[in-house]
């Protein structure tokens, strides 16, 4: 009769830790991945980096990305909850704000330590900053696309909102 006390854990929570467990993976997945594909023409074409220094700024990417991917999407999922739900408008505004009053900050200072010149980050904060309306949603399809793929979730926004 002791054991049940022992051992607290229902079913559901033994079956939540592989499902937070696929949502963590995905979420680095999701963020360094997305991250990479729109960084090689905003840092090599318009900012003019090297290779060189691309890619040193890259790999620090990865490691940033790693560590704030999962706090990102948690952050992501409040906001959403939150305010979301508005219609195709409000949930591209949503989306918006969560990538840009996240990111920016981060990839700044990922140029900073990856050895950018000033010149370097100005354009590519500038560049940052006006296309993050072009991101924000995106991403935030490309997350929920992810989840439903990967771990058969519902996404937070309903796709008939991602316009």
Same mark, same amino acid.
């Given at each position: 009769?002791?054991?049940?006390?022992?051992? &607290?854990?229902?079913?559901?929570?033994?079956?939540s830790t592989p499902s937070r467990r696929r949502e963590f993976f995905l979420d680095i997945f999701?963020?360094?991945?997305?991250?990479?594909?729109?960084?090689?023409? +905003?840092?090599?074409?318009?900012?003019?980096?090297?290779?060189?220094?691309?890619?040193?700024?890259?790999?620090?990417?990865? +490691?940033?990305?790693?560590?704030?991917?999962?706090?990102?999407?948690?952050?992501? !999922?409040? +906001?959403?909850?939150?305010? $979301? $739900?508005?219609?195709p408008v409000n949930t591209y505004l949503v989306d918006t704000f969560v990538f840009l009053s996240?990111?920016?900050?981060?990839?700044?200072? !990922?140029?900073?330590?990856? $050895?950018?010149?000033?010149?370097? +980050?100005?354009?590519?904060?500038?560049?940052?900053?006006?296309?993050?309306?072009?991101l924000g949603r995106p991403y935030g399809i490309y997350l929920d696309w992810l989840r439903r793929?990967?771990?058969?979730?519902? &996404?937070?926004?309903?796709?008939?909102?991602?316009?």
């Amino acid at each position: 009769m002791s054991a049940p006390a022992l051992h &607290p854990q229902t079913a559901e929570a033994a079956v939540s830790t592989p499902s937070r467990r696929r949502e963590f993976f995905l979420d680095i997945f999701a963020m360094n991945s997305f991250s990479w594909a729109i960084a090689v023409p +905003i840092e090599l074409l318009l900012a003019g980096m090297s290779w060189q220094e691309h890619l040193k700024v890259r790999l620090l990417a990865v +490691i940033f990305n790693t560590v704030i991917a999962r706090p990102f999407s948690l952050y992501r !999922n409040l +906001i959403i909850n939150r305010f $979301g $739900g508005g219609g195709p408008v409000n949930t591209y505004l949503v989306d918006t704000f969560v990538f840009l009053s996240f990111q920016f900050p981060l990839y700044l200072s !990922n140029m900073v330590l990856g $050895g950018a010149d000033w010149a370097e +980050i100005a354009t590519a904060s500038l560049t940052f900053i006006l296309i993050a309306g072009a991101l924000g949603r995106p991403y935030g399809i490309y997350l929920d696309w992810l989840r439903r793929l990967w771990i058969n979730r519902r &996404p937070l926004i309903e796709p008939r909102a991602l316009a």
